[in-house]
């Protein structure tokens, strides 16, 4: 079975616009990490943000924000106010805390594309 | 160093001939990953380094290919024989730790530029 699910191959978003990029993940361990990270056409890999399993606040950091809902499990990126620099591929991923080995699990990736 | 980086940039190889790839990760950092992306692809986990040793080489999809990590630093990742569907963006990766423990934002994986494999 799948650990990562974006449903999402593409999107489409107008500059200033907000946008949700979908994920769900599947683990029976209690604890766990999420994080999304960007890649631009250039290849790198960008972290953007995170979320622990257990943190009680949905995470921000600057236009980013991640939608956190355990019971669902599904751990949804929102970019505010989108700018044509946004446009690029996003990665969902998950780390389990296997108490040993830690390794990053990746989705397929959604790609977005700001226009104006 | 300030980044991980991973050499070479670009590499060009005839089907049947070993490659060696060669990452060096953020100075610290305990914890080394490998991954590959294939065109268009997400990432494939290969392998995974604590220290010098690989709790976690379920990724590795042959015997062809192999990595090792001496001094708790640099990493070299292997492929023998390399056949074309091994072309790919080869991605390293570190961490200050492989272990989760709620620590999360502390061990959040940065990646190198990548090494780009065309077998031809």
């Known amino acids: 079975a799948q650990k990562i699910t974006q449903t999402q191959p593409g999107m489409f978003v107008q500059e200033k616009e907000a946008v949700t990029l979908d994920c769900t993940y599947d683990t029976s361990d209690p604890s766990y990490g999420l994080f999304w990270y960007k890649q631009p056409s250039s290849g790198e890999m960008i972290f953007l943000i995170y979320?622990?399993?257990?943190?009680?606040q949905n995470a921000t950091e600057g236009r980013y924000s991640l939608n956190f809902q355990k019971a669902r499990k599904s751990a949804n990126l929102v970019i505010s106010a989108s700018q044509l620099g946004d446009s690029a591929m996003y990665f969902c991923?998950?780390?389990?805390?296997?108490?040993?080995?830690?390794?990053?699990?990746f989705g397929t990736g959604t790609r977005l594309q700001v226009t104006l | 160093g300030a980044g991980v980086s991973q050499s070479p940039s670009n590499k060009v190889t005839e089907k049947g001939k070993d490659v060696e790839l060669r990452c060096d990760p953020i100075s610290g950092h305990t914890a080394l990953y490998w991954y590959r992306q294939s065109l268009g692809q997400g990432l494939e986990f290969l392998i995974y380094f604590q220290g010098n040793s690989a709790p976690d080489k379920s990724g590795l999809p042959s015997d062809r290919f192999s990595a090792e990590r001496t001094g708790g630093s640099v990493s070299t990742l292997t492929i023998q024989r390399t056949q074309q569907e091994d072309s790919a963006v080869y991605l390293c990766?570190?961490?200050?730790?492989?272990?989760?423990?709620?620590?999360?934002?502390?061990?959040?994986?940065?990646f190198g530029a990548g090494s780009r494999l065309t077998v031809l």
């Open positions: 990766a570190s961490s200050f730790s492989g272990l989760g423990q709620g620590a999360w934002g502390a061990n959040v994986l940065t």
């Open positions: 979320q622990g399993s257990y943190d009680q």
């Open positions: 991923a998950m780390r389990e805390d296997t108490g040993t080995a830690s390794k990053l699990t």
